[in-house]
């Protein structure tokens, strides 16, 4: 079955904005058993993002705090060009700024 033939048998047996809706649910399930799987046993959300870029091969950049307690205040998760592209844009903005 090709992704066309997929497409026209879903939306043969339901709207679009209805096989949407299933899409999404089934995801939001998915993500909320991950995250809450037992009292006791969740997993952090930053787990999960972190999990799931190392199962695509990506990369991921964490600011380095000062203090080894605080609180993760975001991250960038990509390819390494991807990555490379916004930290160098990164860098070009703060060189502006001390000139």
Not at 68 to 89: F, H, Q, R, S
Request: charged letters at 30%; aromatic letters at 8%.
């Amino acid at each position: 079955m090709t992704v066309q033939d997929l497409y026209d048998y879903i939306l043969k047996h339901s709207t679009a904005e209805a096989a949407l809706m299933n899409l999404l649910k089934g995801h939001v399930i998915e993500y909320e058993k991950l995250k809450f799987s037992a009292e006791g046993e969740e997993i952090h959300p930053i787990m999960l993002i972190t999990m799931a870029a190392m199962d695509m091969g990506w990369d991921m950049a964490v600011p380095n705090p000062e203090d080894p307690d605080a609180e993760v205040i975001g991250m960038i998760v990509g390819t390494t060009d991807y990555i490379d592209d916004v930290l160098g844009k990164y860098e070009d903005f703060h060189d502006k700024d001390e000139n």
